[in-house]
């Protein structure tokens, strides 16, 4: 299994090691953390980008968020960061694939910013609304055909997009994020969606990985000018940070 011998090499602020992080972290996977400055990326990693995860074990450096879930899986096959259903694993993969290339308007036009809040005239144009509304809709499908197959198999439904937390669930963390910061409209969104969403927002483990992006973000070195209020000059649209003890209401 996978040992304290591995580390993983994050930037917290940006939505693609946040993924890696929830995983090792829900999971509680033995490992160590270099946290380095968005400027110095290319100057460790092999590749030029984050994530990465060392491993001395197999000597080697895995990159993209995806390929290191899929070996925290393999390396722990004792925890269930896939589904065990064969079938539920089949669309949790599915899932966490769409959000890993798809998406690619909202992704591109809402940058990851764990603390911000834009209110306001926030422009949601055509191509981004069908984005959204496309997430929301597939958290509903998987959430019901979940809880379909949980029934059949008389197991217990925890809430996350597959019953138990897993790497699909991890992949739309960030995304959450967006929804939050930009004030995303959800008007669109089933109950079992809202639902969905309520279980990642109160779960004790994403409520600590929420209370470190406070905490890092208290240096200033963290800080990326280029993601923060990134409509300045904007009249119409005004920009603050939520408060730490913000929480999530299904209405």
Same mark, same amino acid.
Request: hydrophobic share 40%.
């Given at each position: *299994?996978?040992?304290?011998?591995?580390?993983?090499s994050?930037?917290?602020?940006?939505?693609?090691?946040?993924?890696?992080? %929830?995983?090792?972290e829900?999971?509680?996977?033995?490992h160590?953390?270099?946290?380095?400055?968005?400027?110095?990326?290319?100057?460790?990693? *092999?590749?030029?980008?984050? *994530?990465?995860?060392?491993?001395?074990?197999?000597?080697?450096?895995?990159?993209? =968020?995806?390929?290191?879930?899929?070996?925290?899986?393999?390396?722990?096959p004792?925890?269930?960061?896939? *589904?065990?259903?064969?079938?539920?694993? !089949?669309?949790?993969?599915? !899932? %966490?694939?769409?959000?890993?290339?798809?998406?690619?308007?909202?992704?591109?036009?809402?940058?990851?910013? $764990?603390? /911000?809040?834009?209110?306001?005239?926030?422009?949601?144009p @055509? %191509?981004?609304?069908k984005?959204?509304?496309?997430?929301?809709?597939?958290?509903?499908?998987?959430?019901? /055909?979940?809880? @379909?197959?949980? /029934?059949?198999?008389?197991? !217990?439904?925890?809430?996350?997009? $597959?019953?138990?937390? =897993?790497?699909?669930?991890?992949f739309?963390?960030?995304?959450?994020?967006?929804?939050?910061?930009?004030?995303?409209?959800?008007?669109?969104?089933?109950?079992? /969606?809202? %639902?969905?969403?309520?279980?990642?927002?109160?779960?004790?483990?994403f409520?600590?990985?929420? @209370?470190?992006?406070?905490?890092?973000?208290?240096?200033?070195?963290?800080?990326?000018?280029h993601?923060?209020?990134?409509y300045?000059?904007?009249?119409?649209?005004?920009?603050?940070?939520?408060?730490?003890?913000?929480? $999530?209401?299904?209405a």
């Open positions: *299994p996978l040992s304290a011998e591995c580390r993983a994050l930037i917290i602020i940006l939505g693609w090691t946040s993924r890696v992080e %929830a995983v090792l829900y999971f509680q996977i033995p160590s953390s270099q946290f380095i400055k968005l400027s110095d990326v290319k100057t460790v990693s *092999p590749t030029g980008f984050v *994530p990465f995860l060392q491993c001395r074990s197999i000597g080697s450096t895995i990159g993209d =968020s995806l390929a290191i879930c899929e070996f925290l899986a393999e390396s722990h004792e925890l269930p960061l896939w *589904p065990r259903d064969r079938q539920l694993r !089949a669309l949790a993969r599915s !899932a %966490a694939a769409q959000m890993h290339s798809g998406f690619s308007t909202l992704r591109n036009l809402y940058s990851t910013n $764990f603390l /911000a809040r834009y209110t306001g005239n926030v422009p949601i @055509e %191509a981004a609304l984005d959204i509304n496309r997430m929301l809709a597939l958290w509903d499908e998987v959430r019901k /055909a979940s809880k @379909e197959r949980l /029934a059949v198999l008389g197991e !217990a439904d925890e809430g996350f997009l $597959f019953g138990g937390f =897993s790497i699909a669930d991890a739309f963390w960030p995304v959450l994020w967006r929804f939050r910061t930009y004030g995303l409209p959800l008007t669109s969104a089933s109950q079992d /969606a809202l %639902a969905w969403m309520a279980t990642m927002w109160n779960d004790p483990a409520r600590s990985l929420s @209370e470190k992006y406070y905490l890092q973000a208290k240096d200033p070195e963290t800080r990326i000018e993601y923060d209020d990134i300045r000059g904007k009249g119409d649209i005004h920009y603050d940070h939520f408060p730490e003890d913000w929480t $999530f209401h299904v």
